[in-house]
Nanobody, 120 residues
Framework: QVHLVESGGGLVQTGGSLRLSCAAS????????MNWYRQAPGKQRELVAA??????GYLDSVKGRFTISRDNGRRTVWLQMNSLKLEDTAVYYC???????????????WGQGTQVTVSS
């Protein structure tokens, strides 16, 4: 089992910045993907940022403003959010795909979500 703890959300004015963190813990697991999703009220959850192959990928509306990063041990992933807009208001979720014993098959794990509210 992989346990994810998120932090860093809050209330910020338009144009401001926030940095989200997600720390993964557990016994004996191998991370294969680390992503950030968000879900605004009345909308479906959407992929915001991800590690893709050897690079990164972003939702078009956040390109140039958000940056995903992770530590070398793949136990922590961050989302730096700059130039925040009203439409960035959502609950942000950390997603980690990992292989866990005994089968070592891939499974998705989710953080508890952290609220990001952008005000004018």
């Amino acid at each position: 089992q992989v346990h994810l703890v998120e932090s860093g959300g809050g209330l910020v004015q338009t144009g401001g910045s926030l940095r989200l963190s997600c720390a993964a813990s557990g016994n004996d697991f191998g991370v294969t993907a680390m992503n950030w999703y968000r879900q605004a009220p009345g909308k479906q959850r959407e992929l915001v940022a991800a590690f893709v192959d050897e690079g990164t990928g972003y939702l078009d509306s956040v390109k140039g403003r958000f940056t995903i990063s992770r530590d070398n041990g793949r136990r922590t992933v961050w989302l730096q959010m700059n130039s925040l807009k009203l439409e960035d208001t959502a609950v942000y979720y950390c997603n980690v795909r990992a292989r866990t014993p005994p089968t070592w098959s891939e499974r998705d794990f989710w953080g508890q979500g952290t609220q990001v509210t952008v005000s004018s």
